[in-house]
């Protein structure tokens, strides 16, 4: 157990529906991360959260959105699903920015 | 955008033999990690390293920074150090939290 706990661990949904992931971070960690991991793509940066803000963007659509709630556990929501979304999504949490990662489980996500 | 190449892209060991991944990358970095990722996808954090040497039993991994090479070393391997690694950076320009990830070394140590 890396002590960040992402749910549900496995999600199957029809094209057009909208979903929502949740990331518990590690203790005392402030900074949360979201990454996609796809065949084609690899592991994407998709936002940052730290203490509550939003730091950094990456490579998120205008359908996904995300945030970071005042206990620090942050949920990523996408919208409007398409088949292309279908994809390991990853949280991970780190102390600061510049620090090591640690991932957790991921989130199997397909769109059917 | 910083670029990270790994190699090799695939490697397959017999158990017991000894293995070096390289990860290089186009631009200074103040952040560098190895991840293992297990056949089951759990992404493990195996070094932070930006710089310098780091030892972790069988697993150790150097950075040389000024040359923009990291080197993750693995010896006597065994079957459960099957999986993908990957090299991940962020450079000082990036915005925090862009971790830059490799496509990663496929590593099958066989029994």
């Known amino acids: 157990d890396s002590g960040v706990t992402q749910t549900p661990k496995h999600l199957i949904t029809a094209t057009g529906q909208r979903v929502t992931l949740r990331c518990s971070p590690r203790?005392?960690?402030?900074?949360v991360y979201w990454y996609q991991q796809s065949l084609d793509q690899g592991l994407q940066f998709l936002i940052q959260y730290y203490n509550g803000e939003e730091r950094a963007k990456g490579n998120i659509l205008e359908r996904f959105s995300a945030q970071q709630f005042p206990d620090l556990h942050s949920e990523l929501n996408l919208s409007s699903l398409e088949l292309g979304d279908s994809a390991l999504y990853f949280c991970?949490?780190?102390?600061?920015?510049?620090?090591?990662?640690?991932f957790g489980s991921g989130t199997r996500l397909t769109v059917v | 955008g910083i670029q990270v190449e790994q190699s090799p892209p695939d490697l397959i060991l017999q158990e017991g033999a000894n293995s070096t991944l390289r990860c290089n990358f186009s631009d200074s970095v103040n952040n560098l990690q190895w991840f293992h990722q297990n056949p089951w996808g759990q992404l493990i954090n195996l070094f932070y390293?930006?710089?310098g040497t780091k030892q972790n039993g069988r697993l150790s991994a150097t950075t040389v920074a000024t040359e923009r090479y990291s080197l993750l070393y693995i010896s006597s391997s065994q079957t459960t150090d099957s999986g993908v690694y990957f090299c991940?950076?962020?450079?000082?320009?990036?915005?925090?939290?862009?971790?830059?990830f490799g496509k990663g070394t496929k590593l099958s140590v066989k029994p």
């Open positions: 991940a950076v962020m450079n000082y320009g990036g915005s925090q939290g862009n971790l830059i």
């Open positions: 203790s005392g960690d402030l900074s």
């Open positions: 991970a949490s780190s102390v600061r920015g510049n620090y090591g990662y640690t």
């Open positions: 390293i930006p710089s």
